[in-house]
């Protein structure tokens, strides 16, 4: 099976003058080299294909695969997580990962939160302004959580994002609003524990394969989990598996159910967080979670698990393989164990 790799690889957009920050939730070279070894090591043949852009010339020009793992995040709008989903559906080319509507649904977290709400689920009071006007009119109980609509990795979320009074709520608007360029969602702050729970599969075939909570140390900035907590975690976050009942059971149901509820696909993350009654409420849901082997926490979770990186990337094939219709033979047959 000829398996395309689609990517955004972090230094490429770096060099091309884009910042940091823009650049956050893309790749470095080593997380494509582990996931082609992955796939090459389930006896798939790898070929690197790049961005959107790249793929979009390649199909133009007549090339073609039997499966493509997409792995783009994509750039601008509240569409950029579904351009090359849309692309490979357009030419007809199954694929891993979720399709354009739920890629796009759970990029807005305002419009994820509504469809998460109408199936019945819990998830904070929010709203979605587009000017610190609108947050002053607000009716929302304080203190107040507020981050930009549609980004990820923690872009935009600093201690200033929990609110206590609406003019620190409004202040932080303004901030986000002319930074990030987007709507900011508010919503009522959470003051439980934190969690990130780890999925592998399709509708009715969806499973949580272990739940992590996250611990802010001492050099952390407090309360919240920042971006600068995400992005420089080490010495000041720590990770620990869930296991205490019925509380890991509470917690995976959620997420089960969110992630049915958005249709989403394969493999990926799902945030929770723990009311003031101690009661999981969804945050929100990340259909292309990262998977570098040694700091994304997907692999963090299977790795407290004692599920080995290829046998992760084999689950996630093979959720999309059984979608698309095709067999599961060879190496992507067999469960690997550690």
């Known amino acids: 099976m000829r398996v395309g790799l689609t990517y955004d690889l972090r230094s490429e957009y770096l060099a091309a003058g884009y910042s940091d920050v823009d650049t956050a939730e893309f790749d470095q070279p080593e997380t494509i080299d582990a996931i082609a070894g992955a796939l090459a090591r389930l006896g798939l043949a790898v070929e690197r294909i790049g961005n959107a852009r790249q793929l979009a010339a390649r199909l133009a020009a007549g090339d073609r695969w039997d499966l493509v793992f997409n792995f783009c995040e994509g750039l601008h709008g509240f569409g950029r997580e579904s351009l090359v989903p849309a692309l490979l559906d357009a030419w007809q080319m199954p694929y891993v990962f979720s399709d354009p509507l739920a890629c796009a649904v759970t990029l807005h977290k305002g419009v994820a939160k509504h469809v998460v709400r109408g199936h019945g689920l819990a998830t904070p009071d929010f709203a979605v302004v587009e000017s610190p006007e609108e947050a002053r009119q607000l009716k929302l109980r304080f203190p107040l959580f507020a981050k930009p609509v549609a980004e990820g990795t923690g872009k ?10 609406m003019d620190e709520l409004v202040a932080v608007c303004g901030t986000l609003l002319a930074r990030h360029r987007q709507p900011v969602i508010i919503e009522e702050f959470l003051p439980g524990r934190e969690f990130t729970v780890g999925l592998v599969g399709t509708g009715a075939e969806t499973e949580a394969i272990g739940t992590m909570e996250v611990h802010l140390g001492p050099k952390a900035d407090p309360g919240v989990y920042t971006f600068d907590n995400k992005e420089h975690w080490e010495g000041r976050v720590t990770y620990s598996l869930l296991t205490e009942e019925p509380l890991l059971t509470a917690v995976e149901a959620l997420a089960v159910g969110a992630w049915r509820a958005l249709g989403c696909r394969d493999g990926g993350r799902l ?6 009654a101690g009661q999981p409420s969804f945050l929100e849901a990340n259909p292309l979670a990262g998977l ?17 990186y290829d046998e992760l990337i084999r689950r996630i094939v093979v959720s999309a393989i059984r979608r698309a219709g095709l067999p599961v033979t060879g190496a992507l047959a067999t469960r690997i164990t550690a």
């Open 271 to 276: 945030d929770i967080r723990l009311d003031a």
């Open 156 to 165: 935009g979320i600093s201690t200033a994002s929990r609110a206590g009074s």
């Open 292 to 308: 570098h082997p040694g700091h994304s926490d997907l692999p963090f979770i299977c790795r407290f698990k004692g599920i080995p």
